[in-house]
């Protein structure tokens, strides 16, 4: 039986609520000063995280469909972060969307286009945006290219193999495309070496894999990926246990 789920959450935080739970914990030298959750029963999440996280606010919707790792519908994510004096060490905002869509074709076969936009303003070297890896860009090592502007699109088909128990095998073949660039590199060509670099901004790869789903769980319990990054001439190989949405 497929599962239908729908969830809307919000978590924000204020300077106000940052400095009273600060005042409330000693602050060790190593770890952020404080972290709050305050959870309620509607689906709103409000989360407080002090020092350099600075002021976040997550909001999701997902209104997919899954059943043995075939999922149909449409979900979005809002994320954006904004840290200022005094509340942070820091100043520098990053905003990020990304959302998608899966139909499910022929029974138990799958398209799914996906896409992720971000900007960000002065970000640390820790908070930049980042492309490579089995999570956004498949044929380019985890976290290759940095940037503070970054946009991904993603194409993946994917085809039931067969059922063993509660494990659903199915194979996928994937197109990649991304760009990133770091805007605000003031002339640093160490830092700002993409644009001397074949393809530029620009990274493209293609691939297949195998997925190994549980019935009552929506992310894949196994992933292994095989991808080709068009201008690096290179293939990466990848494999996770527990995979994180793209």
Request: glycine fraction near 10%; charge should be positive.
């Given at each position: 039986m497929s599962t239908r789920a729908f969830a809307s959450t919000t978590s924000t935080t204020t300077a106000r609520?940052?400095?009273?739970?600060?005042?409330?914990?000693?602050r060790p030298t190593s770890t952020?000063?404080?972290?709050?959750?305050?959870a309620s029963r509607g689906g709103s999440r409000p989360t407080c995280g002090c020092a350099a996280r600075g002021c976040a606010s997550h909001t999701s919707l997902d209104a997919r469909a899954h059943r043995y790792g075939?999922?149909?519908?449409?979900?979005?994510?809002?994320?954006?972060?904004?840290?200022l004096p005094p509340v942070s060490t820091y100043r520098y905002a990053v905003a990020a969307l990304r959302g998608g869509y899966a139909w499910r074709l022929a029974g138990e076969q799958e398209l799914q286009l996906r896409a992720l936009t971000g900007a960000g303003w002065h970000m640390p070297f820790r908070q930049e945006l980042t492309l490579g890896g089995a999570s956004d860009m498949r044929g380019y090592a985890f976290h290759q290219l940095r940037?503070?502007?970054?946009?991904?699109?993603?194409?993946?088909y994917s085809i039931p193999l067969f059922?063993?128990?509660?494990?659903?095998?199915?194979?996928?073949?994937?197109?990649?495309?991304?760009?990133?660039?770091?805007?605000?590199?003031?002339?640093?060509?160490?830092?700002?070496?993409?644009?001397?670099?074949?393809?530029?901004?620009?990274?493209?790869?293609?691939?297949?894999?195998?997925?190994?789903?549980?019935k009552s769980i929506v992310l894949p319990l196994v992933g292994f990926d095989v991808g080709y990054g068009l201008e690096d001439g290179a293939f990466q190989i990848y494999f996770e246990l527990g995979l994180t949405d793209f």
């Open positions: 609520a940052r400095r009273r739970s600060c005042a409330r914990r000693p952020p000063p404080c972290s709050a959750v305050i075939v999922s149909s519908g449409p979900f979005a994510v809002l994320y954006t972060n904004v840290a940037g503070d502007t970054e946009a991904v699109a993603r194409a993946e059922l063993w128990q509660p494990l659903a095998f199915r194979a996928l073949g994937f197109f990649d495309s991304g760009y990133i660039a770091l805007r605000h590199a003031a002339g640093n060509t160490q830092r700002d070496y993409l644009p001397a670099e074949h393809g530029g901004w620009f990274r493209n790869a293609f691939g297949a894999g195998l997925r190994i789903y549980v």
